[in-house]
């Protein structure tokens, strides 16, 4: 299976930040990664699809790049309501897989 | 609106069996894959088994392989999940979710999950 690793595991900022989260595959997915964002009790919800393309709704906030084995989702400007889990997800081959998720606390 | 309302979920003991269900609406289900995926509480996403539309692609995660089953009912508009000899670590809200195309996709829509508690 493909592993995905995700860093940091958390981090804490304030609002107006600019937040940064990789995410790495053990190996090439070319760009069949999507990110999503969780909030406490609620079900994850898309943010970004094909590494770099924003799902439609989200705010423009919110950006995705890489290919091949290394991504990265950037939240430009965080906000209060940005604070959340987020996920990496490869769906280039079965067994699909996610990241660990990163955790992003109010500092 | 895309609904997903998932069912079958419970308490239910070590080494036994349980059929999850997932029945769907607001969309054509046949156009799409389908996915299950599930959180042990507290803990982060673990994909779990997914099948294309046709039913002619199926995948599972490692720690599922030989004991779950996935599959469809089209006409039904319906999503299953039978795990068999259950585990303790299987314990987790588990989400039927739909991807965004009839293969691996990004996963669009979700439903709320169903828990499953497995314990003696």
């Known amino acids: 299976a493909i592993r995905m690793t995700q860093s940091p595991s958390s981090l804490s900022a304030s609002t107006g930040d600019r937040v940064t989260i990789t995410c790495r595959a053990s190996?090439?997915?070319?760009?069949?990664l999507a990110w999503y964002q969780q909030k406490p009790g609620k079900a994850p919800k898309v943010l970004i699809y094909?590494?770099?393309t924003l799902q439609s709704g989200v705010p423009s906030r919110f950006s995705g790049s890489g290919s091949g084995t290394d991504f990265t989702l950037t939240i430009s400007w965080l906000q209060s309501e940005d604070f959340a889990t987020y996920y990496c997800?490869?769906?280039?081959?079965?067994?699909?897989?996610f990241g660990q998720g990163t955790k992003v606390e109010i500092k | 609106e895309v609904q997903l309302v998932e069912s079958g979920g419970g308490l239910i003991q070590p080494g036994r069996s349980l059929r999850l269900s997932c029945v769907v609406s607001?969309?054509?289900?046949?156009?799409?894959?389908m996915h299950w995926v599930r959180q042990p509480p507290g803990k982060g996403l673990e994909w779990v088994s997914g099948?294309?539309?046709?039913?002619?692609?199926?995948g599972y995660a490692d720690s599922v392989t030989g004991r779950f089953t996935i599959s469809r009912n089209n006409a039904k508009n319906s999503l299953y999940l039978q795990m068999n000899s259950l585990r303790t670590e299987d314990t987790a809200l588990y989400y039927c979710?739909?991807?965004?195309?009839?293969?691996?996709?990004?996963?669009?829509?979700w439903g709320l999950g169903t828990l499953v508690i497995v314990s003696s």
């Open positions: 979710a739909k991807a965004s195309g009839s293969h691996r996709d990004k996963l669009e829509d």
């Open positions: 607001g969309f054509t289900f046949d156009d799409y894959a």
């Open positions: 099948i294309s539309s046709n039913s002619r692609s199926i």
């Open positions: 190996q090439g997915i070319s760009n069949y």
């Open positions: 094909a590494a770099s």
């Open positions: 997800h490869q769906y280039y081959s079965y067994p699909e897989t």
